[in-house]
């Protein structure tokens, strides 16, 4: 069974830092393009990051661009998302994806999500 677990979320004043892992299993997680995405209250699923599966590439959305950085442990099938900077505008909820290299449109199985809430 694929299982998708995220960790990390907090609430965190505005120009904070936090740091979102995800454990995987049940899938060649090394084999994998992983992403993540948001959803804040009232709007719809927002791509974030990905990452190819060697994880030597990466995209980000303009709007975390500079400021959050996706990495991949293929040694220990996790996925992590550094945030840096943080901004009232990046409260959501924060999951991550099978797919979903460079937008929503290759997205696969998502976990349940953590809670990202910027706020002083």
């Known amino acids: 069974e694929v299982q998708l677990v995220e960790s990390g979320g907090a609430l965190v004043q505005p120009g904070g830092s936090l740091r979102l892992s995800c454990a995987c299993s049940g899938f060649n997680f090394p084999m994998y393009a992983m992403s993540w995405v948001r959803q804040a209250p009232g709007k719809g699923l927002e791509w974030v990051s990905g990452?190819?599966?060697?994880?030597?590439?990466?995209n980000y959305a303009d709007s975390v661009k500079g400021r959050f950085t996706i990495s991949k442990d293929n040694a220990q099938n996790t996925l992590y998302l550094q945030l840096n900077s943080l901004r009232t505008e990046d409260t959501a909820m924060y999951y991550c994806?099978?797919?979903?290299?460079?937008?929503?449109?290759?997205?696969?199985?998502r976990g349940q999500g953590t809670q990202v809430t910027v706020s002083s």
């Open positions: 994806a099978q797919g979903g290299f460079e937008s929503l449109t290759t997205l696969a199985k």
């Open positions: 990452i190819s599966a060697s994880g030597r590439t990466t």
